[in-house]
C-alpha cells in the first residue's frame, strides 16, 4: 500500500492506492474526442481572463464593462448538470469586457469576462 496526498481545487485529500505486482493492465479503448470549439480570443493587452469552467447555460450576468470587483464577487451564474455555479471574481479587479449574455451556451474554456 502507498499513501498520497491529493490536492483537487485546493482541498487536499489522503488516498492509499494497492500496488500490484505482475498483474496486467489491460488499457481501455480511448473514446472519440468531441470537436471542441476554440475560446474566444481576448482583446490584445487586456488583463486575466475568466473561463467557464464546464459547458452550460448562463442563468445570470452580475457585471458589466467598468465595474469594480472583489476578489470573491460573483460575475455570473453557470447552469452546469442541473446546477447552479457562481464563477467569481479571482481577484480584486475592474471588468475590461463581458463576452457572454444570459441564456447563452457556453462551451469548457469559452471566455465569459476579461478582467483589467
Request: aromatic share 2%; hydrophobic share 50%; net charge negative.
Amino acid at each position: 500500500m502507498k499513501q498520497y496526498r491529493v490536492n483537487v481545487n485546493g482541498t487536499m485529500y489522503e488516498i492509499t492506492l494497492e500496488v500490484v505486482e505482475g498483474a496486467e493492465i489491460a488499457a481501455a479503448p480511448a473514446p472519440a474526442a468531441a470537436p471542441v470549439a476554440a475560446p474566444a480570443a481576448a482583446p490584445v493587452g487586456a488583463g486575466e481572463t475568466v473561463a467557464a469552467p464546464m459547458p452550460g447555460n448562463i442563468l445570470a450576468v452580475n457585471v458589466k464593462a467598468g465595474d469594480t470587483v472583489k476578489k470573491g464577487d460573483v460575475l455570473m451564474v453557470l447552469e452546469a448538470m442541473k446546477m447552479e455555479n457562481e464563477i467569481m471574481a479571482p481577484r480584486d479587479a475592474t471588468v475590461v469586457s463581458v463576452n457572454t449574455s444570459v441564456g447563452a451556451t457556453v462551451d469548457t474554456g469559452a471566455v465569459l469576462c476579461v478582467l483589467g
